[in-house]
């Protein structure tokens, strides 16, 4: 059994996809989000199972892992600035949950946790060249998630040292993708205003934005290949395209797929803006890491990746 922690979210949903189509047996945690997917639908009560959770609560969490039986956690819950959080509140989910995950699965003697960690543990540093996993982080976070990122994976590393836990952090970049609703991923946004036929009207931001976008089925499938991989050298792995994309190529490949798409990208009234802060990165990471020991490569470059989201925006149907 494998449990997902904020199950019901984006990559949850998506990774619990692919693990349920090769027959594994997954349970995902609910909190705030109680919707259960389309895509998952027909897995539920089957070999999925959704159960509602708290993770600030040790004990809550110790009795789900003992009473389904878990072997391996992937710890993806995660609260943001979004809808005003309070910062007390962020951190006693993100920090607190985290440590009672850890302590529950070494209570339990799960070996195995993935922590869903971010590019953003790399903000403030004005390198050009794709970020390694050596590299020394600065201690200065702008938001929420990047501060408390930093602090699950000290965390996962002094539960590998004190018990020999395979508490391993996984440095994700922006993921876009079916489910995704986030303000700062304009890739997603794009894909489904044209998806509904709408216009997409970003006039006002910088087509040349880059990020190391990865599309999820492709962060799904890294992430399966780290849970079964028989052993893993490493206790921090990058997890992304390997290489920068802008917003104009995303721009691109709806118009290829899309011809009669009306996009206004870079082209209003007004100064061109930016979703990064002054102190997210300009550069990609580098997955040599994690292809080196599990043989991952991404498959979806941003025309395929608008492909596939195109297809599953205007059907409904996950292939």
């Not at 699965?105 to 590019?119: C, G, N, T």
């Not at 990165?281 to 470059?301: A, W």
Request: charged share 20%.
């Amino acid at each position: 059994m494998i449990l997902i922690t904020g199950g019901l979210g984006f990559l949850g949903c998506n990774l619990a996809r692919l693990l349920c189509d090769a027959g594994e047996q997954v349970v995902l945690t609910s909190n705030r989000n109680v919707e259960v997917p389309s895509l998952l639908a027909p897995y539920v009560d089957k070999i999925l199972k959704i159960i509602p959770l708290d993770i600030t609560s040790l004990e809550n969490v110790s009795q789900a892992i003992q009473q389904l039986g878990v072997k391996s956690i992937v710890h993806a819950a995660i609260r943001s600035e979004k809808g005003d959080t309070p910062l007390y509140q962020a951190m006693h989910v993100n920090v607190t949950g985290t440590i009672n995950v850890l302590e529950a699965a070494h209570r339990a003697k799960i070996k195995r946790v993935l922590f869903i960690s971010s590019e953003a543990v790399y903000q403030g540093m004005a390198d050009t060249t794709p970020f390694r996993e050596e590299e020394r982080l600065t201690i200065t976070s702008d938001r929420f998630i990047p501060g408390t990122k930093k602090a699950g994976e000290i965390l996962c590393l002094m539960y590998c040292k004190e018990y020999g836990m395979e508490a391993v952090s996984i440095r994700l970049t922006r993921v876009y993708g079916p489910l995704y609703r986030g303000i700062r991923n304009l890739a997603g946004l794009m894909v489904e205003s044209a998806a509904k036929g709408k216009p997409i009207a970003l006039g006002n931001y910088d087509p040349a934005e880059a990020h190391d976008f990865i599309y999820i089925k492709d962060a799904a499938r890294a992430l399966v290949l780290l849970l079964e991989a028989p052993t893993l050298r490493h206790r921090i792995y990058n997890l992304g395209f390997g290489r920068l994309t802008s917003v104009g190529e995303f721009a691109d490949a709806i118009k290829r797929l899309l011809p009669e798409a009306e996009i206004h990208l870079g082209d209003g009234p007004g100064p061109v803006v930016s979703t990064k802060t002054p102190m997210d990165i300009n550069t990609c990471v580098d997955i040599s890491r994690i292809r080196e020991e599990t043989g991952f490569t991404p498959e979806f470059d941003p025309y395929h990746g608008v492909e596939h989201y195109l297809f599953w925006a205007r059907h409904g149907t996950y292939k």
